[in-house]
């Protein structure tokens, strides 16, 4: 994940902007001391900002130490984190110094101007430091995060592909399975067709038979058919003879 899209980088630079613009309205309110109705209007401003942007720090403070429990996981380490705790630190300075400041000024404190300036004077070094912060040698270790998160999204990539390979062999493989299915089942239903053609052919000539035998019992009579039963009877136990007595 580059820096343009980490979510701590957009909320640091989202905080940034209103630390810059808390600044600015301070240097208004150091100006403003002759007015004391501009000065409370600005006292007020400043008041709320500085409770709003320690509340953001705290909160991105949150995210640091969750992702202090599993650096890995978020495709960070250690000198990243060491990074980032120090910037919401520095911030915090800040916002606390003008804190101070505004909160001295409002007491009326007898030393409120040579507190005012020495606040300003610990508001400009903390910027300057910031600034120098900007330029460091950890731009290069930014550049070595995105490197290998560049990697990491590579090799999940390439795992990726194989897994896709893998489901289309699988694929190839079932539909193999689903035509050998396909081919047994149309033998199957020849099988079938053929057997009933056998059984209708078989039933016509059972018919068939069926109706010479009426015939033949229709011609010779009573008598023809007790000598056909008899001679039947007959037939059978020279069979049976034949077969369990030999």
């Known amino acids: 994940m580059s820096s343009a899209q980490d979510p701590f980088y957009i909320v640091k630079e989202e905080i940034q902007e209103s630390i810059d613009k808390l600044l600015s309205t301070f240097h208004q309110w150091e100006r403003a001391s002759s007015d004391p109705e501009d000065q409370m209007?600005?006292?007020?401003?400043?008041?709320?900002?500085?409770?709003?942007?320690?509340?953001?720090?705290?909160?991105?403070?949150?995210?640091?130490a969750v992702?202090?429990?599993?650096?890995?996981?978020?495709?960070?380490?250690?000198?990243?984190?060491?990074?980032?705790?120090?910037?919401?630190?520095?911030?915090?300075?800040?916002v606390g110094n003008v804190k101070k400041t505004v909160a001295a000024g409002e007491d009326g404190n007898s030393n409120g101007t040579s507190g005012i300036s020495g606040m300003h004077?610990?508001?400009?070094?903390?910027?300057?430091?910031?600034?120098?912060?900007?330029?460091?040698?950890y731009a290069k270790d930014n550049d070595n995060f995105i490197q290998s998160e560049s990697d990491r999204q590579l090799l999940l990539i390439r795992q990726q592909d194989e897994e896709l390979d893998e489901l289309s062999a699988s694929v190839g493989r079932i539909g193999g399975v689903g035509l050998t299915i396909h081919e047994e089942l149309l033998a199957q239903e020849k099988?079938?067709?053929?057997?009933?053609?056998?059984?209708?052919?078989?039933?016509?000539?059972?018919?068939?038979?069926?109706?010479?035998?009426?015939?033949?019992?229709?011609?010779?009579?009573?008598?023809?058919?007790?000598m056909i039963i008899i001679?039947?009877?007959?037939?059978?136990?020279?069979?049976f003879v034949l077969v369990f007595l030999t």
């Open 41 to 64: 209007h600005l006292m007020k401003e400043l008041v709320a900002s500085c409770e709003s942007i320690e509340w953001q720090v705290d909160e991105l403070d949150k995210a640091i």
């Open 121 to 137: 004077r610990e508001l400009m070094r903390l910027q300057n430091s910031h600034q120098e912060n900007i330029s460091n040698p």
């Open 231 to 239: 001679f039947l009877i007959v037939l059978f136990i020279i069979l």
């Open 67 to 94: 992702a202090a429990r599993d650096p890995a996981w978020y495709g960070i380490d250690e000198a990243e984190l060491e990074k980032r705790r120090r910037w919401t630190s520095t911030s915090r300075v800040q």
């Open 191 to 226: 099988i079938i067709g053929d057997l009933g053609m056998e059984m209708d052919s078989t039933s016509n000539r059972l018919n068939f038979v069926q109706k010479k035998v009426e015939v033949v019992m229709k011609k010779t009579g009573a008598k023809g058919q007790i």
